[in-house]
């Protein structure tokens, strides 16, 4: 057996249900199809990027209903669709939908990022979940002996 063999099973089943538990957090935010949860993750993830990589500027916004859009990154259609393996139509459709949603907006060089979400009442309740997903699936792997 390869080394690390061992911890391949519990760290597989451990990924799978966190993948899982995570879906189902998000689907209590939006209520979407996968391929457009994914196009959103995937927005988002590139509109906080920016932030995320600043731990100064994440205390200074923790303050702020909204962070200014000169901080807040963006992602090309094209970018969306090499990075998820969709076809470049797919999530055209599915960005104009979510724009529609008002989950999404183009900006004037036609980049894709998330509209601001902070003032969503089921976001507590889908981050608490998201939070709880991790502990279990940390939980799960120590319960394994698996120890990063």
Do not use: W
Request: glycine share 4%; proline share 6%; charged share 30%.
């Amino acid at each position: 057996m390869s080394p690390g063999a061992n911890e391949l099973r519990p760290k597989m089943y451990a990924s799978m249900e966190l993948f899982l538990d995570m879906l189902h957090a998000v689907r209590t935010l939006i209520d979407i199809d996968f391929e457009s949860i994914a196009i959103y993750i995937c927005v988002a993830e590139a509109t906080m990027r920016p932030v995320l990589a600043d731990p100064e500027l994440v205390q200074r916004l923790g303050e702020m209903e909204v962070a200014p859009e000169e901080v807040r990154g963006s992602i090309t259609m094209l970018l969306v669709s090499d990075r998820l393996g969709l076809p470049r139509e797919t999530v055209r459709r599915k960005v104009k939908q979510l724009i529609a949603l008002n989950l999404l907006y183009e900006d004037e060089r036609g980049r894709v990022r998330s509209t601001p979400n902070f003032d969503n009442p089921n976001l507590p309740e889908a981050t608490k979940l998201i939070h709880d997903a991790v502990r279990r699936y940390r939980e799960r792997l120590a319960k394994y002996g698996v120890v990063d």
